[in-house]
Nanobody, 120 residues
Framework: QVQLVESGGGLVQAGGSLRLSCVVSGRSFASYSMGWFRQAPGKEREFVAAIRWTGGDTYYADSAKGRFAISRDNAKNTVDLQMNKLKPEDTALYYC?????????????WGQGTQVTVSS
């Protein structure tokens, strides 16, 4: 069974940065494509970024392009999301997930989430 634990969320002013991290249990992490999603109050969960299991390909929502960067460390079973130039509209609960379909960006296993709040 895959377990995911996110960390790194917090309160930051607009224009600031945060780095989210997700630790994934399981010996097959290196074969998982991974992603980050977010859900703001009253809104549906949305895709933010993903990284192929090889680490060579990354994918971003338009809202994240140029500001966010996803990376992974297969030796540590971690996937990180560096978020720069944060905006109040980035405020949401951020989830790490194993991506089971890179075409549809369908998430499979999910973490509990880490809260990101950006003040104006």
């Amino acid at each position: 069974q895959v377990q995911l634990v996110e960390s790194g969320g917090g309160l930051v002013q607009a224009g600031g940065s945060l780095r989210l991290s997700c630790v994934v249990s399981g010996r097959s992490f290196a074969s998982y494509s991974m992603g980050w999603f977010r859900q703001a109050p009253g809104k549906e969960r949305e895709f933010v970024a993903a990284i192929r299991w090889t680490g060579g390909d990354t994918y971003y929502a338009d809202s994240a392009k140029g500001r966010f960067a996803i990376s992974r460390d297969n030796a540590k079973n971690t996937v990180d999301l560096q978020m720069n130039k944060l905006k109040p509209e980035d405020t949401a609960l951020y989830y790490c997930a194993r991506i089971v379909n890179l075409t549809t960006m369908k998430g499979g296993y999910w973490g509990q989430g880490t809260q990101v709040t950006v003040s104006s």
